[in-house]
């Protein structure tokens, strides 16, 4: 596993709309520190969280207008990078391409998407997670910082046949392990499916739909690399219907590189069904966070273990494990692909 490697071209999730306010806002991507701000407008800037001056941290700075000062000797910068003002020397031109990098950046879908590369940043690239704001959806949103490489929460999501053992209390029910999970790969698009037949509901189905007698189960998971995971879950009385026809709830994934060993991991769950109903929306919002802590625990605790091996052997993969090992698949070609057009560019 290339854990110190990451892809440059693409789009990653850098926060939640909600946190970005009135004042910068750090966050590590892919090992390099951003500040994020906002301008007057309420457009979102991005730039690297180095002042060219001195290198001191701009998010330890403040917003003026629409820019941002640093916190050492006020120089400013606007939403491109490019310097406006140096204030010890007013009287004297700004040097000649004096600034900082600036990295594109899209608000959509309540989240903030960044482009990491020097080119090529198309927004029909970012996935349409519409139904965190769409109208007929309703939306809770959570974020779990986690001490572990990005690919291994990437693993957790494609193969849930962990929620026996993981979730005991949220999303473990029966006949998981007794139904192989199938495993489709279309170009760069890992689908992973299981559906469960006349098993008795987990808790998570008593919770918020009401079911306590036999269900019929699906779990549906879609990967985008590097770190876009559509998990579609659905539960019905059993023989109610042979395919899913509206699902229980949605979870969308971001799971952003901050270094080879922790993950910025933002999730939205989204449902249509019984959208005004807020109850409901805090069961959802309290049962994830709850199973979510449970993944973050035993992730942290596998990258620590992972981190000690000094044995050398690889992990090694079942047959639940089949759509994270064609993901990372997907991860490495990329990388590969990169590396190659990097070394062409020397």
């Excluded at 406006?84 to 990098?101: C, E, H, M, W, Y």
């Excluded at 625990?297 to 759509?323: K, T, W, Y």
Aim: net charge negative.
């Amino acid at each position: 596993m290339a854990t110190g490697e990451f892809l440059r071209n693409q789009w990653y999730v850098a926060a939640t709309s909600a946190e970005i306010g009135t004042t910068p806002f750090r966050r590590i991507i892919c090992d390099e520190a951003i500040v994020l701000f906002r301008r007057r407008d309420g457009s979102i800037a991005a730039l690297e969280d180095r002042c060219p001056h001195r290198k001191a941290p701009l998010s330890l700075g403040e917003i003026v207008g629409d820019e941002i000062q640093c916190g050492y000797h006020g120089v400013r910068l606007d939403g491109s990078g490019r310097c406006t003002l140096v204030p010890s020397q007013k009287d004297l031109p700004i040097p000649r391409n004096f600034g900082a990098r600036s990295f594109p950046v899209i608000e959509i879908h309540a989240l903030v998407f960044l482009w990491m590369g020097e080119a090529g940043a198309d927004p029909a690239l970012i996935p349409d997670w519409s139904t965190n704001t769409a109208p007929g959806w309703a939306a809770v949103h959570g974020y779990h910082y986690v001490k572990a490489n990005y690919q291994l929460v990437v693993d957790n999501l494609l193969d849930l046949s962990h929620v026996t053992y993981t979730h005991k209390t949220t999303l473990a029910g029966p006949g998981v392990d007794d139904v192989p999970m199938e495993v489709f790969v279309e170009d760069e698009v890992v689908k992973t499916q299981r559906i469960i037949r006349n098993v008795d509901p987990a808790p998570i189905h008593r919770a918020t739909k009401g079911l306590n007698g036999k269900i019929d189960r699906w779990q549906l998971s879609e990967f985008r690399a590097p770190i876009y995971i559509l998990v579609t879950l659905g539960a019905e009385p059993a023989g109610t219907t042979e395919a899913l026809q509206v699902p229980s709830h949605l979870v969308l994934n971001s799971a952003t590189p901050e270094t080879a060993t922790t993950t910025h991991y933002f999730w939205s769950v989204t449902r249509c069904i019984k959208t005004d109903d807020l109850e409901l929306s805090r069961k959802f919002l309290e049962i994830t966070y709850t199973a979510f802590d449970e993944d973050a625990a035993i992730l942290e605790a596998q990258q620590n273990s992972m981190d000690r091996d000094r044995s050398g052997a690889p992990l090694v993969n079942f047959r639940g494990d089949r759509g994270g090992a064609a993901a990372r698949r997907i991860i490495a070609t990329k990388l590969d692909e990169q590396a190659r057009l990097a070394a062409a560019a020397e």
